[in-house]
Nanobody, 130 residues
């Protein structure tokens, strides 16, 4: 079971960049679904970036709202998950959560987007000012 850990707050101006990180206490290089979600005040949680990670290769999937601006990645040696965010907009303001769970071989990033994660980080509040 992966226990994702993240915390804190980040602020940036419109057009800026941020990288969020999340520490997992397990080996994320072995058939894992990784996900980044966000929840803005008064809105439902939204999945933004997903990755399927496996020893023989994986893939990624992004929500249309962030495609081309956000990149999900992981460092298996360090058990770290990342979300690189560029060209940030005020509407990206939200609390961001990482999630990770071991899945069966061949699962795929598109299915990771609908997976019911059991391991979640505590969240990082991101504020993008105009």
């Amino acid at each position: 079971q992966v226990q994702a850990e993240e915390s804190g707050e980040e602020s940036v101006e419109t057009g800026g960049s941020l990288r969020l990180s999340c520490a997992a206490n397990d080996d994320t290089g072995m058939n894992y679904c990784l996900g980044w979600f966000r929840q803005a005040p008064g809105k439902e949680r939204e999945g933004v970036a997903f990755a399927y990670v496996a020893p023989n290769g994986g893939n990624e999937y992004y929500a249309d709202s962030v495609k081309g601006r956000f990149t999900i990645s992981e460092d298996s040696a360090q058990n770290q998950l990342y979300l690189q965010m560029t060209h940030l907009k005020p509407e990206d303001t939200a609390k961001y959560y990482c999630a990770a769970d071991r899945v069966r071989l061949g699962y795929g990033a598109r299915r990771c987007a609908t997976y019911e994660y059991t391991s979640w980080g505590q969240g990082t509040m991101v504020t993008v000012s105009s």
